[in-house]
């Protein structure tokens, strides 16, 4: 979760294998915890490694870090060609053009606070260009954020005036609503019916949180035995991933290993019983939990399981694997559904792979 300040990141598109590669091995805490904590220093014009001839394109990878930069979470910038992403390596929001031959990461706000930036959500209207984003100053002995700095900001980014396709511009920070009763904001999605207020996964606290940007009011939606991290859990995170659809808030569980929903009112209450929907296959652990997730116009979710698959969900739980590979998909963190419903984006946290380190990636995936 340190500072691009404007620097800017040069890739190439490449297309990478889907077939099953020899497992490396998995990351110790002490791994997990550099990764998160790692001092960057970018320079202009860093070219990312290579990767190899591809036997299958269906996987395609549009940008990678030069280093450890964990991404975290990625959302649809309002130009319709570049994707935000927040990253656990500092405080910058970043738009990457991922239609560009050379994909660039370019920072487009700096919310001041904090060291890490976790969930994005879009507010009012989706193509207005406001967005809630949360972070913290992060806590490595606990992967947790320092109580006190946990703050949801309310960032307005340039809409094109003539359409699709302009260059990312940079954003304004409107507010800074800070959320003093929590460690963790994680996950994030916004209300329907209340398009000014979002919801929050607390991962450590166990709860669903709720700010509602325009009267900055912060509360708990509610709290539930589904979304807590078990004592006996090696995962110190729970809910994790959340998604709105139908009246039913669905979420991910790290430390339980679960995708599960949950029905709801317009205001985010819970009004029913949790539902799960699919589990990973066999313990959760930090070599294979649910992180983040999206969900298609049939119901199907596409969920990050750490540490190299993509799963199909079915909303009656069948469980598949779409792509998978330690060399392909290293460690992937979250899923956007593509605009086009054909395909998704993947984030990854990077990864060592026959002791090479390899950074976050942004990957495209066939559906």
């Known amino acids: 979760m340190a500072s691009i300040h404007g ?12 077939t099953k ?12 915890l550099s990764i998160l904590t790692s001092g960057l220093l970018f320079t202009q014009g860093i070219e990312s490694k290579p990767i190899n001839p591809p036997a299958d394109t269906r996987v395609t990878q549009l940008f990678e870090y030069p280093d450890s930069t964990f991404i975290e979470n990625l959302h649809h910038h309002p130009n319709g060609q ?19 031959a050379k994909p660039t990461a370019k920072v487009v706000a700096t919310l001041a606070g904090s060291t890490t930036l976790t969930g994005i959500s879009p507010l009012g209207d989706s193509d207005a260009g406001l967005f809630a984003v949360s972070g913290g100053v992060f806590l490595a002995e606990t992967i947790s954020f320092v109580p006190g700095s946990v703050n949801v900001y309310v960032v307005s980014i340039p809409v094109p005036v003539h359409g699709h396709g302009a260059e990312a511009e940079a954003a304004t920070v409107l507010d800074t609503i800070n959320f003093a009763n929590t460690t963790m904001l994680n996950g994030m999605a916004t209300l329907p019916r209340r398009p000014y207020t979002i919801l929050s996964a607390d991962s450590i606290g166990g709860r669903i949180l709720r700010v509602d940007t325009r009267t900055r009011k912060t509360s708990v939606a509610f709290a539930d035995p ?90 009656r739980g069948v469980r598949s694997t779409v792509a998978s590979g330690t060399t392909v998909i ?16 993947v984030s990854t946290a990077g990864n060592v792979v026959d002791d090479v380190s390899y950074g976050g990636q942004i990957l495209n995936i066939s559906i």
């Open 330 to 345: 290293r460690r992937p963190t979250s899923v956007l559904l593509a605009r086009d419903g054909k395909s998704i984006y």
């Open 82 to 100: 570049d994707i935000l992403i927040t990253t656990l390596a500092n405080s910058n929001l970043v738009s990457v053009d991922v239609h560009a």
């Open 226 to 315: 589904a979304l807590v991290a078990p004592n006996i859990s090696s995962v110190p995170l729970g809910v994790n991933g959340l998604k709105i659809r139908g009246g039913y808030l669905y979420f991910t569980n790290s430390a339980q290993g679960t995708f599960a929903r949950v029905p709801i009112d317009d205001e985010g209450n819970k009004i029913g019983g949790v539902d799960i929907i699919a589990r990973v296959p066999g313990p959760a652990s930090f070599g294979n939990l649910y992180d983040d997730f999206d969900i298609d116009h049939r119901g199907n979710a596409y969920a990050a399981r750490q540490s190299d698959f993509i799963d199909r969900i079915t909303p």
């Open 7 to 18: 620097s800017i990141l040069t890739h190439t598109n490449t297309p990478i294998p889907t």
């Open 21 to 32: 590669f020899p497992t490396s091995t998995p990351p110790t805490m002490h791994r997990l």
